[in-house]
Structures are given as C-alpha cells and as structure tokens.
C-alpha cells in the first residue's frame, strides 16, 4: 500500500512539473494575469482616460510615476500622470458629455504579453468609426498589484 501511495504521489508530482513546464513553453496556453490586466486596463485607462473621465479609476490603476511618451521633432514630450488627470477634470469642468459620439471610444487589446511582473498591453482606439490611437503600455506588478507605468503611442491619421 505504501509502495502504491508512493507511486501515485510520484505520478502526481511528474504530472504537475510536466503541466508547469508546457504552460511556460506554450503560448496558447492563457496566463491567469491576462484578465486582471486587461480588466485593469479597461478601467483605468479606456473609461479612466477616455469614455468616462473617471480620474480615480486613473489614480487607482495607474503609478503615480506614469508618465507617457510622444516625439516632437527629435525631442521627446513627456506628459507625467498628474499632468494628465488635471486634464481630464478639465475636460469634466468644461461639460464633457459621455454620450456625446465624439467622446466615445471603441478599443481593442490586440496584444497582452505577460512575464513574470512585467506586461506590455497594445491597444488600439478608435472614434466615430476612425482609428485614432495605437497604444502600447507597459504594466509592472507591484505588492499591490499591477499599475500601468508608462506608454508610447502612435496618432493615425
């Protein structure tokens, strides 16, 4: 009986290893950390920044040393977090309207690559039916979990 329990607790234990080592070599295979980013994403950034303006969503999901990236000529311009939550109440103080179609995005995450306590989200946003955005944000994951830490993007048209 002994030699039996034994055999099967091997077995188990082969299984395990062999089930954790497919996971990390197969790419189909879903890390569980894909669907808190994306939910994270999704509230603090799509509705944070976009649909909804709701900058406690922003100061929830994103590091307070966020920072987002654009070039202008062979400079780089740097809008901080703090920069861009003063935007957005303005744009609330200023009578922003959420069903307005102009203030309505659509999105997609075409891309959630997660390893180890780093991400890297693409997101692509669209308006009135036109791709406006290509977004990449970058995600670390903290004691508290994960916050978005910085981003570069690419304005269509």
Not at 52 to 67: I, Q, V
Request: with cysteine.
């Amino acid at each position: 009986m002994k030699i039996k329990l034994a055999l099967i607790f091997s077995l188990l234990s082969i299984t395990a290893a062999v089930t954790a080592s497919f996971r990390s070599l197969n790419p189909f295979v879903e890390n569980p950390e894909v669907e808190v980013i994306k939910s994270l994403v999704q509230s603090a950034y799509i509705n944070g920044a976009f649909n909804a303006l709701d900058t406690e969503a922003m100061r929830k999901g994103f590091h307070p040393d966020f920072a987002f990236y654009a070039p202008k000529g062979e400079e780089i311009v740097k809008t901080t977090i703090a920069d861009w939550i003063a935007k957005k109440e303005q744009q609330k103080a200023n009578g922003y309207d959420p069903k307005d179609p102009k203030n309505v995005w659509e999105y997609s995450l075409c891309v959630v690559d997660v390893t180890g306590v780093a991400a890297q989200v693409k997101v692509e946003l669209y308006n009135q039916n036109k791709h406006v955005f290509t977004d990449y944000l970058s995600l670390l994951k903290f004691d508290s979990g994960w916050k978005i830490v910085g981003k570069v993007y690419h304005r269509h048209g």
